[in-house]
Nanobody, 120 residues
């Protein structure tokens, strides 16, 4: 069973920064993709960023380009989301996501979510 454990959420002032982390455990192929999603009250869950574990290729949502950076540490089996220039509209529950493909189909896992609140 794959497990994703997140940390780093909290309260931050507008213009501030936070770093989220997500550590994966279990049997996970190296050809996986890990990413971050967020869900604000009254809104659908939306994509934020993702990274290919083997390739290092990254993709960002337009709303966070230039402000957020996704990265990974293979030795620690951890993915990070460095968030800068935070604004109130970034307030949401942030979820870590893992996807990989097998000969049978797709495996997908989610973290428990961590609250990020941007407010004065």
């Amino acid at each position: 069973q794959v497990q994703l454990v997140e940390a780093g959420g909290g309260l931050v002032q507008p213009g501030g920064s936070l770093r989220l982390s997500c550590t994966a455990s279990g049997s996970i192929p190296s050809n996986n993709v890990m990413g971050w999603y967020r869900q604000a009250p009254g809104k659908e869950r939306e994509f934020v960023a993702r990274i290919g574990w083997s390739s290092g290729n990254t993709v960002y949502a337009d709303s966070v380009k230039g402000r957020f950076t996704i990265s990974r540490d293979n030795a620690k089996n951890t993915v990070y989301l460095q968030m800068g220039s935070l604004q109130p509209e970034d307030t949401a529950v942030y979820y870590c996501n893992l996807i990989y493909y097998t000969r049978i189909g797709t495996e997908e896992y989610w973290g428990q979510g961590t609250q990020v609140t941007v407010s004065s």
